[in-house]
């Protein structure tokens, strides 16, 4: 089985101000505090909280 495809995803800009969804999906992502970086897996679930808080956070493959 091949290894699955991972993002490296960190948030550069606080929730503070935000939806409470947007805060959710921060949340969901795993990221915990401004400059925090975590390794995710590359689904279409994952990618759509992307999307949701791009203002939030960078992302690279």
């Known amino acids: ?3 699955a495809k991972t ?3 960190t948030q550069v800009k606080s929730v503070i ?3 409470e969804s947007h805060r959710a ?3 969901g992502l795993g990221l915990r505090r ?3 970086t ?3 897996e ?3 679930a994952v990618r759509g909280m992307i999307n949701k808080v791009y ?3 960078k992302w690279e493959a």
């Open 25 to 27: 999906c921060i949340r």
């Open 42 to 44: 590359d689904t279409p």
């Open 38 to 40: 975590v390794q995710v």
């Open 55 to 57: 203002y939030l956070v």
């Open 7 to 9: 993002l490296k995803v």
């Open 1 to 3: 089985m091949a290894l």
């Open 34 to 36: 401004l400059n925090h």
């Open 17 to 19: 101000g935000t939806k």
